[in-house]
């Protein structure tokens, strides 16, 4: 996946429901801007990083954001640099460090 994700210039991730978003991290992980919508726990993951859809099925909304992403290469290295940065607040031993956490709190 990180070979398609480095030849990308964008990743267009369109859920309408997700339970985390790791492809999106893996995309801004590997310097790919992403397309996704403000739904779910996608805003929570990938923060001011992204452009967004407010509709995950308007094709004109996708067609001019992916227009956007594809010609305004000033915004395209702003959401690199910023995906980059992002990815460094999410690992799998902070992942495995806070569900430990929370299981000894409750029990």
Same mark, same amino acid.
């Given at each position: ?9 964008? +990743? ?24 996704? +919508?403000?739904? +779910? ?57 806070? +569900? ?8």
């Amino acid at each position: 996946m990180a070979s398609l994700y480095n030849a990308a210039t964008l +990743t267009c991730y369109l859920s309408e429901y997700e339970g985390f978003g790791l492809p999106l991290l893996e995309s801004m992980a590997c310097g790919t801007p992403v397309i996704t +919508t403000p739904l +779910t726990s996608i805003p929570e993951v990938v923060g001011n990083c992204a452009i967004f859809v407010k509709d995950p099925i308007n094709i004109s909304e996708i067609a001019l954001a992916m227009e956007k992403g594809i010609k305004d290469d000033v915004l395209r290295e702003e959401l690199r640099k910023k995906g980059l940065e992002r990815v460094k607040n999410f690992s799998w031993q902070n992942c495995a460090s806070e +569900t430990l956490e929370r299981i000894i709190e409750i029990q």
